[in-house]
């Protein structure tokens, strides 16, 4: 049975329609699921673009190193110098190109 009984029908001009095509396409959501989204007052945000999903599982990768290398720090009492000199290459790395990526978008 469905969970929603009542139907509207909703009249637009083809501009209102190719915005709510892209704005529900930008979201991620079907655009019965966008405007439901809207009429509860939901804040609705674009998905992250393909840049910022690469960036978030580098982050994700690396946030997993430090935290083994932690374990094995608590473990042993103390941190290797090659540990501690991974993690700062890694994350200047990542901040030099995350940066390069963001400030090129911008001009």
């Given at each position: 049975m469905r969970k929603r009984t009542i139907k509207k029908q909703?009249?637009?001009?083809t501009n209102e329609?190719?915005?709510?095509k892209e704005k529900a396409n930008k979201s991620g959501l079907t655009e019965s699921e966008f405007l439901r989204n809207c009429i509860k007052g939901y804040a609705i945000k674009e998905q992250p673009n393909e840049d910022i999903k690469y960036f978030q599982r580098k982050i994700n990768g690396i946030a997993n190193n430090i935290n083994q290398i932690a374990h094995k720090a608590?473990?042993?009492?103390?941190?290797?110098?090659?540990?501690?000199?991974?993690?700062k290459s890694v994350l200047t790395y990542f901040i030099i190109k995350f940066e390069k990526k963001i400030y090129s978008r911008e001009r």
């Open positions: 909703l009249w637009l001009d329609n190719n915005l709510l608590n473990s042993y009492g103390y941190v290797q110098d090659n540990n501690l000199n991974y993690i």
